[in-house]
């Protein structure tokens, strides 16, 4: 794969010194990106002890794919349940790339201003065009090492149905189809960081992602998608002009040879021309913000922001914690969470996958609680509190690394045994921060909403929650909070991928018992099994507390 | 003298810097070629920061930068290649090996793969690494990282070397040779910047000192004119003297007494 991306690169020198970039350099930095990205070790935690093994490119690269290929059989139902083959795959198509653009923003924007290699790159003699390029082409190349995989299982069903050209030929529309769509968004946030100062753009991204949570929610409600699966194409149109903007729309029209060459031409066309405005023009402004982010200066809290700060400094309130360790430990994680923005980019898109996930099941929720059948009812209801613990599994796995300085040292020389403790209050700090709330708010809503009907599977479920969060506590978590270095997670990812997988898949089959054998019994057998729940948690508790 | 060589290796006219606070006021610097410049102050001077000015690392700053006379804004990608730079955190890709990160390093100067195998060969060398040469850097100590970075800095044979911090976790032998290898390069007509805390070290390799404190260029001469100026022998007396400290009182009794007092930690 990298040797294809590099040929490439190689073979389009041209067009990127025509975009004022050198292209000597350009495919020197590619060579090197790609070299680091291959030799980044992949883990697996066996025995107790980190054993790393190197990947062969090729079974690293199908392992890359694994996942986006998994997830993009969820697409084949919609194309081949759809009887009208153009409106099938608009459906498809939309719903793909707006994965693709969840994918885009959640995963690939901190990329862009990575400064972690300004001290090598920007004292030498590399003008900003190829400095812009070099960013843009490897994480091109990374985001379709995992959209393209995505649209697998889509292209198999279209092979099959239709023959294996009409596949190849979907392919070849999606590869400009998602250049455009990772160009507008590489884009908006470069216009963005033009305008605001770099110290603040990563806080600009991290609520351009919380506003991206938002509209894919809202896309969802509103979008083509429930008109598509009821309407023709023509009164789809009629419905909404902008369709006929969309990338989605002239992929599927020229897969239908039915693109007029203005279609034709904005796809192969706009890619090109956003590739050439964002080098020629936006790149100088570009590496300037650049260096002032890696220039080692944050900006400082603002004046009412400070006084909160101090204010909620005087109020401890530590839930429950009495151990002065893992009081500190909670604190802790409480202002690392509320403070660090690379942390909140990093859990935030865990709720947006949640939503991007939960939608679907939950799009006739109010429907059913006003008609539905008792169980499927309260199994609909239900749902969410169990998917919500995804984003305080991903705080947990995220909390240990720390982009700016590693603390390791800070446990290994203290004296006493305190570990446990620590790692108790940095847990709860961050279960109470970040599955509470939302548990809370979704409780009295349903509670409101099923006139108090669900009380009993709310207490029983949260119990079960706190249950299954202390196990993970106890399994994921046995480094210290941000006493590895952002790299060193970077390194593991693989590792965090299956033990996530794992410990989520605890969750689910808690979830699965309690929709299947609970939820329909009395509400004294709930509060029965939430007390037992409450009772492995409380061991939990103090079983981590004593973990060194 | 040649013309060449009357022009400033480096002008820093008017520059200043700020962030939510100034770190740089109007600091007017001019280098001549071949100097050898130290450059101390405190912790948060600015000393890191005029650094980073002239190695393009900041490029947002007020006033104007002349490299060899040229406008350092205007004539960016040529005026770096005449700058080699070695910054106080070793940062290196990790996952290559030394020579692998030389001859990256010398692509980017479009230099001959032969020149930087031959050079990094024998630098490296210098510097004890014979060994690790094919290593990955990931298992490296701190001191040697930094060896690698001083390495990488000079491979290209710049005309103005800055330096940050170069000593930042060598050992002594490393500390002896690169003070041998500034003397070196002052003697091959280089010019550099010699940013740094330990004061022994400056008073021995630069020509000159500047001294800069609050954003601000306290002191510029050679280091008879500052005891002269400071009515003061060592440049420790001088530096604290500028800096504002006052070296007769008992810091050191005043910090052990903190743990003297009652509930404290001793």
Redesign the interface.
Known sequence: MDRIFLALVKLLSPFWTLSGADSRQLLLILKLKTTLSNREPISWRAGGSKKQYNLHPVLRSLLHMLLPALLGLTYVPLLLIIPDKEIGLLLVTFSYFLFAALMLVMTFSSQLTDTSDNSILLPRPVNSRTMILYRLLFMGYKFLTSAIPLSFAMIIALSIRDGWLRGLHYLALLLPGLTILFAAVQLLLILVLRFVSGQRFKKIVYWLQAIFIGWIYLSMQHSFMDKLESANLSVVLRYSRLLSWMPQYWITEAWMHKATWRMHLALWGSPVISLLFIVRVLAPKFSERLSEMGSGFETAAKGRTREARSTRAKQKHYLLLRHPAAQAGFLFARRFASRTTEYKMMVLPAYAYVIFTAFPLLSDIWKVISTGEGSIKAAKCLLPVYMLMYPVTAALMSIKASAQYKAAWVYETAPGSFRGHVRLGTGWALFTRYYFPAFLAWSVVLLIATRGALWSNLILMACNCIAVYFVQVLVLFKEMPASVSAESLKEEKSQRFFTTILVLALTALVGVLHAFLLLPLYWWVHLLVASLSLIAAWLLWDKIARTQ | MSETAAVPAIEIINVSKS??RP?LHNINLTIPQGQVIGYIGANGAGK??TV?IL??????YLGQVNIMGKDFRQHM??Q??L?G?I?E?A???E??TPM?YLH??G????MDEAVVEERGHRMLDMFGLTEALHQ?MDGFSKGMKQKVLITSALLHDPQIVLMDEPLSGLDANAVILLKEIIGGLKKAGKTILYCSHIMDVVEKVSDRIVLIRDGRIMANGTMSELRAQAGTESLEDIFALLTGRDRSHDHGGDFISIFNREGGAV
């Open positions: 962030y939510d770190v890191s920061t980073k190695t393009g690392l900041i490029t947002e990608q040529e770096k290649a700058i730079y910054p955190n940062m290196l890709y996952m290559l692998e990256f390093i692509g980017l100067y479009n990955r």
